[in-house]
């Protein structure tokens, strides 16, 4: 099992920024992606951004050039930190790691981040 602890959401204002992070713990062996997924009021849930293990790293249309995934493997944590916000990012994030070759996935409990125009 692997436990995905999520942090650093909040309220910020247009043109703000915000970073979160997202840290694993347990039987993290084998963990090959980490990506941020948002869910907003009334949507589906929307891939954010993904980051693998060997360092490539993709990113939805909406958020290229603002946003940027990242990760620390000493401290097993991803991040996102967050430029330019606009009110329509607002949305819970969550946070999965999935492993490999099983494809197993773990998700995070979510942070609501909300921007206000």
């Known amino acids: 099992q692997v436990q995905l602890v999520e942090s650093g959401g909040g309220l910020v204002q247009a043109g703000g920024s915000l970073r979160l992070s997202c840290a694993a713990s347990g039987s993290i062996s084998g963990i090959n992606d980490r990506s941020w997924y948002r869910q907003s009021s009334g949507k589906q849930r929307e891939l954010v951004a993904t980051?693998?293990?060997?360092?490539?790293?993709n990113y939805a249309d909406s958020v290229k050039g603002r946003f940027t995934i990242s990760r620390d493997n000493a401290k097993n944590t991803v991040y996102l930190q967050m430029n330019s916000l606009k009110p329509e990012d607002t949305a819970v994030y969550y946070c999965?790691?999935?492993?490999?070759?099983?494809?197993?996935?773990?998700w995070g409990q979510g942070t609501q981040v909300t921007v206000s125009s």
């Open positions: 999965r790691v999935r492993r490999w070759p099983s494809g197993t996935e773990y």
């Open positions: 980051i693998t293990s060997g360092g490539y790293r």
